[in-house]
């Protein structure tokens, strides 16, 4: 079953996306000071929502059964994002 990954700013809606296991989704997009891109996934019954560009420094993320976890962009740290509501 995929996760389906919605991700948006205030000037851009990437709409929903299919995500299956171990694949990897990415997106590029204009960027200002001030860009904050979020997203949404849903998994089963399972539903989160985390900021994946702008008051993060995360670069890369990854969601699994514990929630959403990253890679800090300044010192390679791996972070906890967010759990599963």
Do not use: P
């Not at 296991?21 to 997009?29: C, P």
């Not at 900021?51 to 010192?75: C, I, P, R, T």
Request: hydrophobic share 45%; net charge negative; with cysteine.
């Amino acid at each position: 079953m995929a996760l389906i990954l919605h991700c948006m700013s205030g000037d851009n809606d990437l709409r929903g996306r299919a995500v299956e296991a171990n694949a990897t989704y990415e997106f590029t997009f204009g960027m200002t000071l001030d860009t904050l891109f979020w997203c949404k996934a849903a998994f089963r019954d399972l539903r989160l929502s985390f900021v994946a560009f702008g008051q993060v420094n995360v670069k890369h993320f990854d969601v699994s059964d514990g929630g959403v976890d990253g890679v800090d962009a300044y010192n390679g740290d791996r972070v906890h994002v967010c759990d599963w509501n």
